[in-house]
């Protein structure tokens, strides 16, 4: 997959897609299934497909000291899109000149003569443009004066709601890892660098794996039944494990992070990238008065995991 930064000066064939906009946080069902609309029209006009979206997230740009909200991070959200089949990522970067286009002159210095797009497919909640003072029906109207095909998809649901990022986000913070995967379509994951810790892990007789969850929404904090995958380096595979996320209560209040115990496994991984899927929430973060009975706990909790992840996949 192709990644496009800059609007302003794009290679011919980098130009013609057939794309979908919108943030793509989770690339849940809800995304996956507008990607497929432009999926058909790219094959039926032999022309790439293509995401447009925005880094950092248009929310971040205009509230950047609110709370985290974003399920995941750019890198991770590439990823995502190239293992469903995108043949192009423009990730523009949302900065005060772009964040004041009207939607005119998003449609007409955006879409069709820096990106040259053939045709865009958008939701039927799409706003864009300065103020998002644009929808769906005036992108319309600007295809057909600049000369682009536009798309209005409906947006997918299941029985009880539409799936959207805030869905997910909202279980995620209850411990519903299992619902929050049913509207994205795969595990909730976590991807992120293994970083230095405080080699607690290691001193109990857990050596863990230490991710960042700085600028990630978090879930809620406990321990956690994982699949987790090392993306790179000569231990790169796949490996099942439970994992922490808080603050470790226990020895003080830290920085919220994720810690990783890998089932049956003993390689050097720092630097190495982790992508830690959340497969069942098994208890709360607890704070424990004494080491001894913080062992114990952690044995019962890798003991359940395990059980957790070999009943889930056996037949795998």
């Not at 995108?86 to 964040?99: C, E, G, H, K």
Request: hydrophobic share 40%; with cysteine; net charge negative.
């Amino acid at each position: 997959m192709r990644i496009i930064q800059d609007y302003t000066f794009v290679e011919p064939e980098n130009k013609g897609a057939a794309v979908t906009i919108g943030n793509f946080d989770g690339v849940h069902l809800g995304h996956q299934a507008v990607v497929d609309i432009a999926r058909d029209i790219a094959q039926k006009d032999g022309c790439p497909l293509g995401v447009l979206t925005f880094e950092p997230h248009p929310r971040e740009f205009f509230a950047p000291d609110a709370p985290p909200f974003r399920l995941m991070s750019a890198e991770a959200k590439a990823s995502q899109l190239s293992k469903i089949g995108v043949d192009i990522l423009y990730q523009l970067a949302f900065n005060t000149v772009l964040s004041a286009l009207t939607a005119e002159e998003f449609a007409r210095d955006v879409i069709k003569d820096g990106l040259g797009l053939s045709h865009v497919v958008v939701g039927a909640d799409f706003c864009f443009g300065k103020d998002r003072s644009g929808n769906a029906k005036d992108l319309v109207t600007f295809g057909e004066k600049y000369g682009f095909g536009v798309t209005i998809a409906e947006l997918l649901s299941d029985q009880d709601e539409v799936f959207s990022s805030t869905a997910i986000r909202e279980a995620l913070t209850d411990g519903r890892p299992e619902d929050a995967a049913k509207m994205l379509g795969h595990w909730h994951r976590i991807e992120s660098e293994v970083i230095h810790g405080e080699q607690r892990g290691r001193e109990l007789g857990f050596p863990t794996a230490n991710l960042s969850i700085d600028g990630l929404h978090p879930p809620k904090y406990g321990v956690y039944a994982t699949v987790v995958d090392i993306l790179d380096g000569p231990s790169k595979g796949r490996y099942y494990g439970a994992a922490s996320i808080g603050e470790r209560p226990t020895f003080g209040v830290y920085k919220a992070n994720l810690e990783v115990f890998i089932f049956d496994f003993s390689a050097d991984i720092y630097g190495s990238s982790l992508s830690v899927a959340l497969v069942d929430y098994q208890r709360p973060e607890l704070k424990f008065d004494d080491l001894d009975a913080l062992i114990k706990q952690m044995d019962e909790d890798c003991a359940q995991a395990r059980d957790t992840l070999h009943t889930m996949y056996a037949d795998h």
